[in-house]
Structures are given as C-alpha cells and as structure tokens.
C-alpha cells in the first residue's frame, strides 16, 4: 500500500535544514522524497502544508511492564517502585506482556515514536515465550524496538548501600532468605531466547547488554557467561549504572 505526503516541510540532509517536498511511502519503505510527486495509482494521498515532515522518534529508555501500572504508583519514589516490583510485576501472563507492550507501543506511536529501547522486567526471570510475546507486540503494532529483558543476579535490597542495615531485623531476616534465580538457569534462557527467535519471523537479531551498579558489585559467573554468549552470537555489550542485570536486546520488528 502506497501513501504520497504532500506539502510538507520536510526535515532531512546533512546538516538537516526544512524544504517543502512531498514525501511517497511505499509500503514500510520511503520510495522517493522530492517536491511535486506524481501520485501512483491507488495510493492515498495526504495533505502536510501546514506540518513539519520529520524522522519518527525514538524512545531511548522505557519499560513494557510499567504499563499496566498506571495510576498505581505515579506518585512513588524510584526507590519505592523498584522496592515494589517484584510483588507488582510477579505472576504474569504472556498475554499480559503483549497486551502490556501493545498498550506503551501504541501510545508512543501516537506521540510521534516509532522506535524505542525497552528494558523490559518479568519476576522472577523472563522467558523465551515473554520476549517473543513483548517482539510480537511491537511487530503487530508496526514499531522497530530493541528489547532487553532485565535478568538481575542480585537483588535490588542488596544493591543498594545501608538499606538492609535500616531495615527491622524480621523484615531483614526475610529479606535475606529471598534468593536471585541461578546464575546458571539465567544464562540457560538467555541462549535459548537467542537460538529460537534470532531472526525468526518478524524478529531481527540479539544483541547482549550487561548492567552494573554503582560499586561495581557483580556475580563473576554470570559476568563470564555474558561474555561467552557475547563471543558465541556476535552480540555487543553495554554498561549502566544501576543494579547489575544480564539482559538481551533484539531489534528490527517491522
């Protein structure tokens, strides 16, 4: 399907500068941009004059799972959502990844994003059926994502300086008994995300990405596997300053 935008200012060139140009779509490709376009034969025709013709944006940090919790906790801390997460985000469905991603897919799109970097949360780790569900979504909606899966080899109450010293002893002492998945098993998922939904369908490549907290506190095991899956599929790495998380990313949905 064809769609020739008419009249618009159109943003481009290096260094970008505004011309008035129609722009031809030709299915999910840009066939042509250049002023007075013929308009093919059963193509739709929009009219731009008046309107600024510009890239699509990109959303370079969001979280797919944070959308069904709207109204929940927009008035909470950081400190008190990520604190919160596990019992807010625990014991969810595929479909409630899909429906959570569609829902943040479709509202950015609305907002003039067609591409985004979602760092993703399922409790107590994510599986190769939730990242294929949140690819799914961003595909049916018709939006490029790179997504990465946050698989976390501490925890949160461990991650940050003092806070276990504040808490009191009962609270600590439950606290403590509450393990992170095996380094072993986060790993395990990570491959096999990678082998079944590297370029599978609408679902491009993988990438690795690899967060580390503040101290720099981190499961050397698991900083060793990352690495070794970096080697064994090509995957790049990247650092944040945060809690340390193993994380896969996958991109190109459309």
Known sequence: MALLIRGGQVLRGDPPALERADVLVDGDRIAAVGPRLSRPQAADDLDAGGFLVV????????????????????????EDLLNHGPALNANRTVEDHYLSAAIGAIEMLK?????????????????????EAIARAYGDVGMRAVLAPAVADILFYEAVPGLMDLLPKELRRTLESIRPAPTAELLRRSAETIRRLHGAGK???????????????????????????????RATREFHHCPTWLALASFDFT
Do not use: Q
């Not at 890239?55 to 950081?78: M, S």
């Not at 491009?204 to 506190?217: E, P, V, Y």
């Open 111 to 131: 907002t003039g994003c067609t591409s985004a970097y979602d760092l993703f949360m399922a409790i107590p780790a994510p599986t190769v059926e939730d990242a």
């Open 55 to 78: 890239p699509g944006l990109v959303n370079a940090h969001t979280h797919a799972h944070n959308n069904l919790l709207r109204g929940l906790a927009g008035r909470w801390t950081l």
């Open 203 to 233: 679902i491009g490549r993988f990438a690795k990405r690899l967060d580390r907290d503040a101290r720099n506190r981190r499961n050397v095991l698991l900083d060793l596997g990352r690495r070794d899956l970096g080697l064994r599929f």
